[in-house]
T-cell receptor
């Protein structure tokens, strides 16, 4: 079956702009989580969506937002981009039940803010 | 809050055994997972421990001691392709089912 698909793979934006990233989970998976990965900070949890509802949120400013559609596809948006937002953004999908143990990650979107 | 500590780098010889440790402090705990990530690639799931003890999957084993808030990943018969970053991750209630906190990762270099 198809894996987790993230688009675009690479993106260059200017400070102050906004960006939208997309994630299509594995078919049948209802939970999508987003992570920011930087060399110094590792993988940091942004938020998690299940059945179109945000279930968990990490410690990121309100400029970071997301949503999930009825087909489980998810988008995350970053407004008023800052240089420090340059990172690899990963999404992970799971079935969403209480005993999920394995998350499947996409290849990520590498965002560069200049 | 949550924190997980791992060594930042480990070097080991091809064919040898290496252990990557992870200590955690979390407000809640469901289980400890391990992921592998090659440079430029996506993290991939290796193992999960919900209970104390050793879980073995081929060359990889993972151990958990909940009383010590400690776990490790053991890689045996190291191969060059095992050179990658390894992350431990804790699932905790966090108000939902899927709040997962990752460690900062251990970069493993396997040398001939």
């Amino acid at each position: 079956k198809a894996g987790v698909t993230q688009t675009p793979r690479y993106l260059i934006k200017t400070r102050g702009q906004q960006v939208t990233l997309s994630c299509s989970p594995i078919s049948g998976h209802r939970s999508v989580s987003w992570y920011q990965q930087t060399p110094g900070q590792g993988l940091q949890f942004l938020f998690e969506y299940f059945s179109e509802t945000q279930r968990n949120k990490g410690n990121f400013p309100g400029r970071f937002s997301g949503r999930q559609f009825s087909n489980s596809r998810s988008e995350m948006n970053v407004s008023t981009l800052e240089l420090g937002d340059s990172a690899l953004y990963l999404c992970a999908s799971t079935r969403g039940g209480g005993e999920n143990t394995e998350a499947f990650f996409g290849q990520g979107t590498r965002l560069t803010v200049v | 809050g949550q924190s997980l500590e791992q060594p930042s780098e480990v070097t080991a010889v091809e064919g040898a055994i290496v252990q990557i440790n992870c200590t955690y402090q979390t407000s809640g705990f469901y289980g400890l997972s391990w992921y592998q990530q090659h440079d430029g690639g996506a993290p991939t799931f290796l193992s999960y421990n919900a209970l104390d003890g050793l879980e073995e999957t081929g060359r990889f084993s993972s151990f958990l001691s909940r009383s010590d808030s400690y776990g490790y990943l053991l890689l045996q018969e190291l191969q060059m392709k095992d050179s990658a970053s390894y992350f431990c991750a804790v699932r905790d209630p966090g108000g939902g089912y899927q709040k997962v906190t990752f460690g900062t990762g251990t970069k493993l270099q396997v040398i001939p």
